[in-house]
């Protein structure tokens, strides 16, 4: 069973830098999925940020790529989340979470409130 858990601080202040983590255990970050970034803001739906694939390359949606970037650490079946000069418009729940083709999201970790506020 695939299980992915979020971890990071939930308090960011602005224009700093976010930085989540996402550690996997049962199955590998280096085969076959799409691993994401999505978040929810308050009262908002669903955002997608990003991912990264098995094979390491990345992909952004465009409202925020020039501030995200996602890296992994394959020896840690973990893969990061860092996102610069936050706003207030950067409070949200935190998810990262798998895609199988095609585009299913399947396993989601269970989320990680991050606030940003001085």
């Known amino acids: 069973q695939v299980q992915l858990q979020e971890s990071g601080p939930g308090l960011v202040k602005p224009s700093q830098t976010l930085s989540l983590t996402c550690t996997v255990s049962g199955g590998s970050i280096t085969t076959n999925y799409y691993w994401n970034w999505i978040r929810q803001p308050p009262g908002k739906g669903l955002e997608w940020i990003g991912y990264?694939?098995?094979?390491?390359?990345?992909y952004y949606s465009p409202s925020i790529k020039s501030r995200a970037a996602i890296s992994r650490d394959t020896s840690k079946n973990q893969f990061t989340l860092q996102l610069t000069s936050v706003t207030p418009e950067d409070t949200a729940v935190y998810y990262c979470v798998r895609r199988s083709d095609p585009f299913k999201y399947d396993y989601w970790g269970q989320g990680t409130q991050v606030t940003v506020s001085s």
């Open positions: 990264i694939s098995s094979s390491g390359s990345t």
